[in-house]
């Protein structure tokens, strides 16, 4: 199947009349972008959009040997006009199948009004087209992975975590973002995002074809540190990385501290962004978790981890350190280390990074800055990917 996306933004377009916000300044030129329609061999126009004759044009292809358009969600401006010599837009009901063409046509109940399609063609290549703000709802996992998926991918991040956990998608399949609104970030960013997601985005009137293997998203890390100060984003930024991923255990190594009320609320808010499928796992002995074959592994955050290790060492008390804290330390993060450079898993760790500012007053104080520096250089080592977060933004290091 050949594909053209006639436009790739959500219902309303982008940018949005009059929107002030920095996506909408920026979508401008060749970063505009129509609503979502896509033209599939030239026969099968999903979603008949405002100005869809004129998107073809623009693509190179025209409308003529359309035989059939189909409505994925509920249009709620104006009419859209029907150009001329197009048949009359419908939509299937749930579970409906049938011949459009030369492609068999099933309709998928997804969570919200509307339906998704699932289409294949006569040499079995398949794709999943998804409406705005929509997940597939439930029903039978294909016996074989999409060639092609198309869905919002970033309003919905768990929409593609749900394919991924029945087999629809894998790492064969090409997961396309459409229906991209003013709420995503401007690119570059855009597409940094939708990389870590195992996604990419196509500017309008760009084509595709199910029996291409060119270059696509390249792979996910499997090793990811993502660095930044308090309050800078990284853990939203290490969070929104494993989001479209199923079944990611969430390595937290805060714990609790009795009475501390402020302290409760910050760990509350923690949990409360997580994803409901996410398993929590509250602990300080990560090696095993890294030594282990699973699902992914998110763990939040280094500095605490060193912050126990410390306290289990003495290592604050001068003494101590230098009548064999400092040897005991060494060997807990060089261990630590070590299972980080093993595992056979997808991993992102979180970390601070300090040392920017004032000194600190005290020797422990001192202490702790540079051991924290030190772990965090040798995680980062073993890392293929390396992040620093900024004021929410993400720069890569590595």
Known sequence: MELTLLGTAGPEGLPLPGCPCATCATAIGDRARAATSVLVDS?????????????AARAGRTLDRVTHVLLSHPHDGPPVEVPAGLPSPTRSPDGHEGVLGTHRVRAVAVDSPGSGYEIADSDGHRILYLPPGAARAGGEAPQLPYDIVMLDVLGRPEALARLRATGA???????????????????????????????????????????????RVPAVPRRTLVLGGARSGKSVEAERRLAAFPGVVYVATAGTRDGDTEWAGRVSQHRERRPASWLTVETLDLEPLLAEDGPPLLIDCLSLWLTSVMDACDAWNDDTWNNGGEDELRKRVESLVAAWRATPRT?????????????????SGRRYRDELGRLNSAVARESEHVLLVVAGQALPLR
């Open 169 to 215: 998608v894998d790492a064969t399949t090409d997961v396309l973002a459409v229906h991209i609104d003013h709420t995503a970030p401007p690119e570059p960013e855009l597409h940094r995002r939708l990389a870590a997601l195992g996604a990419r985005a196509l500017r309008d009137a760009g084509t595709l074809s199910t029996t291409d293997r060119g270059p």
């Open 43 to 55: 026969t099968l126009l999903l979603d008949l959009t405002p100005g869809v004759s004129v998107a």
């Open 347 to 363: 991993v992102v760790a979180v970390s601070n990074e300090v040392g920017g500012g004032v000194v600190p007053a005290t020797a």
